[in-house]
């Protein structure tokens, strides 16, 4: 069974998130929408990490092996210069797309293993994800004319 792996995979993408955004509200802490909901986010981030602990550990002794390389790192730092606060919230959609679609993997896996604690978890974490990504296309959708036209 796969899916300690793609647990590590979630929990290992929502640390980097929740580390992405708390380095994009500290670059960019002169944008306060972004500065106090970037470190509500990266709460919430931390907060899903913490949640798949017990669940890596229940479904670890049944991988197969060693996982594969599956980690990607998606965020590098923020940036500066002219676009850099529209690339850094680009990045932070990536990440959180990341950890959107693996949600709905888990989310599948769980129901198919009929697994109900990692279905509630699942189900309040998702959520909370797809309101960060709503967030930052938001962000992007209002930032995107002055970046890359008025520049």
């Not at 899903?48 to 550990?57: G, Y």
Request: net charge negative.
């Amino acid at each position: 069974m796969h899916l300690a792996h793609y647990l590590t995979l979630l929990q290992t993408a929502e640390r980097d998130l929740a580390d992405a955004l708390r380095a994009v509200a500290d670059a960019h802490a002169d944008e306060p929408a972004v500065r106090d909901t970037a470190r509500l986010t990266a709460a919430w981030a931390t907060e899903h990490a913490r949640r798949l602990e017990p669940f890596c550990d229940r479904y670890a002794p049944l991988a197969p092996g060693p996982p594969e390389e599956l980690h990607v790192d998606l965020f590098r730092g923020p940036r500066t210069g002219g676009l850099a606060y529209l690339r850094d919230l680009h990045d932070l959609f990536l990440q959180a797309s990341t950890c959107d679609i693996t949600w709905t993997l888990v989310g599948q896996a769980a129901k198919g293993t009929r697994d109900e604690e990692l279905v509630a978890a699942v189900e309040a974490c998702e959520g909370e994800t797809a309101r960060t990504l709503a967030w930052l296309k938001t962000l992007m959708k209002t930032s995107a004319t002055q970046a890359l036209v008025v520049a």
